[in-house]
């Protein structure tokens, strides 16, 4: 599948989408082993939840922009 005049992906590519960023879970590591600290893992998903809301947003002013200047 070909998307814009440089960019290949699968057919069974989905974009991610901010919410399913917010809705990740990770699973607790077994005891005594090293592990993630569990808000820097949710501070982190919020961080990448917004920019990547941002960028869909900025994407699809981009594309209505595009549409109508044809």
């Known amino acids: 599948m070909?998307?814009?005049p440089t960019c290949y992906r699968s057919a069974a590519y989905h974009p991610l989408r901010?919410?399913?960023v917010r809705e990740r879970r990770f699973r607790p590591t077994p005891f005594g082993r090293r592990r993630l600290d569990p808000q820097e893992v949710t501070e982190f998903l919020g961080r990448v939840r917004d920019a990547l809301r941002r960028w869909q947003s900025?994407?699809?002013r981009a594309r209505n922009e595009r549409s109508y200047g044809r």
């Open 18 to 20: 901010p919410w399913q």
């Open 58 to 60: 900025e994407q699809a």
């Open 2 to 4: 070909v998307h814009g």
